[in-house]
């Protein structure tokens, strides 16, 4: 069988509304060019996230009828804990309502000023969380993860020569620990190798640092380890998934992407003593530990999902997709980050649009544009979400300017796929009358989500 079929039947449809270029024109102004800003039904295909937006199977809504809603030692919470601990090993479980809240919880026991901790790339929550309590993120991505054009098995991968390095420098009393973020979503969506969890497993250990996974695509990492990895060819998802968890202390996990649910999230651990301290903090922030902000049916929900997600068949269809609407782009000669991610197709919106300097938020324009043409909404990962100010005034630009196109967990199908490479191909030949964006207005932090921008002349 050479054609990948989507591995699901459709029984439950929602209508897209469709809309005319010219209105689209006018959303967008209204919307300051900035498409979080815009309303969920002007959009056609909505590529803003991955998160929280999944389909999710009829098992699942079965669940949700069964969730135990009592307020202690829900049947429920029995059934999540269960579940992770099962894909996961891991033998504590704390359930939060999303991945930043674990974040939040986490990183108030383990951060602090003068504090540094370590990642392949953190996510923007991540590092705001960090941020937030006076510590410092550092990103120590791999070489070959910082170049969107050259394809390579894992570009997620940590620099474990740096990660050495900078541990020396700073010494590992101020190091409380590293996260590797599996699919490494802001670089790219790109896996992170069994290989480098174990080389940055040892390397932690040496300083006795402990390492987190940032957990949320879990499922899509150990799937890219299957197909890349010779050493696991014959493993099933399971036995992989396991292993990666075995080189952790611990995780943070949100719900809305691998599990399937539209909410949730958790941390588990092996240390009592670090989780007895973020249990407190829980029923301050988030509510009573067997609940920590969920419904008894989120926690169905996220139980039967975390199942689900690791159906090889699903995992072939889904990783699929994604290459195939990288496959259509690189033959059109859009530049993309290669090879394809686990859950989005990136563009790179600098060699997209060569004659926008980063201060011009080229990744913005570009998501602006792809609304424009064809009502559809991506999300700019580059100088808007992750740029800095200098000490002048100046924009500090980020890594890398991207846009990304997440593909929702069994929701389009391949004609939306085709439609969307169509739009992108069309924006691409008329790249030239695309404009540059100036801020206008800013949030102190992620500031992306609130920010309001327009055209410059
Ligand atoms: C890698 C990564 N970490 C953390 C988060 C935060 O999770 P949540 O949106 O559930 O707060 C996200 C969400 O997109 C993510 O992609």
């Known amino acids: 069988m050479s054609t990948i079929i989507e591995p ?14 010219e209105e689209r024109e006018t959303i967008l102004k209204d919307a300051f060019f900035n498409p979080f800003l815009i309303r969920a039904e002007d959009v056609m295909i909505d590529l803003l996230t991955d998160s929280g937006t999944s389909a999710m199977s009829s098992a699942q809504w079965a669940g949700i009828m069964l969730g135990d809603e009592s307020y202690a030692g829900s049947n429920s919470f029995f059934h999540f804990e269960n579940a992770v601990r099962d894909i ?26 003068g504090k540094y901790i370590l990642s392949n790339t953190l996510f923007d929550t ?6 937030f309590t006076g ?26 020569v740096a990660l050495g390095k900078f541990i020396e420098e700073k010494g590992a009393d101020n190091i409380p620990l590293c996260i590797i973020t599996v699919t490494n979503n ?26 987190f996974l940032d957990a949320c695509r879990f499922a899509e990492n150990a799937f890219f380890i299957k197909m890349r990895e010779p050493e696991f060819a014959n493993a099933t998802v399971e036995e992989i998934v396991l292993e990666m968890f075995s080189y952790a202390d611990g995780c943070t996990m949100s719900a809305k992407k691998d599990a399937f649910a539209n909410i949730g999230g958790f941390i588990a651990l092996r240390d009592e003593k670090l989780a007895l301290e973020c249990r407190n903090l829980l029923i301050i922030t988030e509510g009573f530990p067997t609940y920590g902000g969920l419904a008894g049916r989120d926690l169905e929900a996220i139980a039967i999902g975390l199942h689900e997600v690791l159906d090889e ?36 919106a600098l060699a997209f649009l060569p004659h926008l300097p980063p201060d011009q938020y080229p990744g913005q324009a570009l998501s602006c544009a792809l609304y424009k043409e064809g009502g559809i909404r991506s999300v700019e990962i580059g100088s808007l979400m992750f740029g800095k100010y200098d000490n002048a005034g100046q924009l500090i630009p980020a890594m890398m300017e991207l846009v990304r196109l997440a593909i929702p967990r069994r929701v ?15 924006v691409f030949k008329d790249r030239e009358s695309i404009k540059g964006l100036k801020i206008i ?17």
Do not use: W
Not at 8 to 21: D, L, N, Q, W
Not at 104 to 109: E, V
Not at 441 to 457: C, D, G, I, K, S
């Open 8 to 21: 699901f039947k459709i029984k439950s449809v929602e209508p897209i509304y469709f809309t005319t270029k």
């Open 412 to 426: 389009y199908t391949q004609s939306h796929i085709d439609y969307v490479a169509e739009m992108i191909i069309q």
């Open 88 to 113: 996961t090993g891991l033998p504590i479980v704390i359930p939060t309502h999303q991945g930043r809240a674990a974040e939040k919880i986490l990183f108030s026991q383990l951060g602090g000023k």
């Open 126 to 131: 991540t590092r705001a969380n960090i941020e």
């Open 135 to 160: 510590a410092t993120g550092v990103d120590l991505l791999c070489a070959e993860g910082k170049i969107p054009s050259v394809p390579s098995p894992f570009k997620g991968n940590i620099d474990i």
């Open 313 to 348: 068949h699903y995992l072939q269809y889904r990783i699929r997709s994604i290459e195939y609407l990288t496959e259509k782009l690189i033959a059109a000669g859009v530049p993309v980050m290669q090879p394809a991610g686990g859950h989005a197709v990136y563009l790179d």
């Open 186 to 211: 802001s670089g790219g969506g790109q896996p992170v190798s069994m290989q480098n969890i174990r080389d940055a497993r040892a390397a932690c250990l040496k300083y006795g640092i402990p390492l």
């Open 441 to 457: 207005y800013e949030a102190p932090t992620l500031r992306h989500f609130t920010a309001q921008l327009e055209v410059m002349n």
